[in-house]
């Protein structure tokens, strides 16, 4: 979609590199292997780069001291927020099947959190956090093709200036209050 509907030059910094597009605008470490290790090019791509799409991993962080916009896809758990970032959550389906939405779940753990018994026990807390992260009793889907081109679609929208989101929305106020607190500080 990228490479068909934007002129954005795209460098592809995952884990499988060979992937077989052939395109002006898409490097992969491909490209510059004679001139530097995989390694550089990544940290380069991620230092350098103004807008990234990745999951929720640790390479995030190198992307939040540059200011960079990102878009998360299949993010999880839902219990990092990062400044200048869109998130879209992995679903979640209960017991019922039926989906949850991933602010309803941040309540639940928001809850689970301010029930702890012994509120200075990093014991209790982590086995409330693992309950929450490994989801025992829902199961935790992959987001599908179309939420994912969705969302692509509304980052572009929101690293332009051609459009906006409507972030005054319902979902916003279904979001926890400590997490409220959280979005505010960091815009």
């Not at 910094?13 to 995989?38: A, C, L, P, R, V």
């Not at 807390?125 to 309950?131: A, D, F, L, N, R």
């Not at 690293?159 to 997490?179: A, E, L, Q, W």
Request: include cysteine; charge should be positive; charged fraction near 25%.
């Amino acid at each position: 979609y990228l490479l068909k509907k934007t002129n954005f030059k795209i460098f592809y910094t995952g884990d499988i590199e060979d992937i077989d597009i052939n395109h002006k605008n898409f490097f992969t470490y491909k490209n510059f292997s004679s001139k530097t290790s995989q390694n550089f090019y990544r940290s380069s791509v991620q230092t350098l780069a103004k807008f990234h799409i990745t999951n929720s991993g640790g390479n995030s962080k190198i992307m939040h001291f540059n200011n960079s916009k990102i878009l998360f896809i299949d993010a999880w758990p839902p219990v990092t927020f990062q400044y200048n970032s869109i998130f879209l959550f992995k679903n979640i389906i209960n017991r019922n099947k039926k989906y949850i939405n991933c602010y309803d779940y941040l309540k639940m753990y928001e809850r689970a959190c301010e029930n702890q018994k012994n509120k200075n026990s990093l014991k209790e807390g982590y086995e409330i956090y693992t309950k929450f992260v490994n989801a025992r009793d829902y199961k935790i889907i992959d987001n599908t093709d179309k939420q994912i081109l969705k969302s692509i679609k509304e980052f572009i929208l929101f690293i332009s200036n051609n459009g906006k989101i409507d972030f005054k929305n319902n979902i916003y106020k279904r979001v926890p209050k400590y997490f409220k607190k959280t979005l505010i500080e960091n815009k």
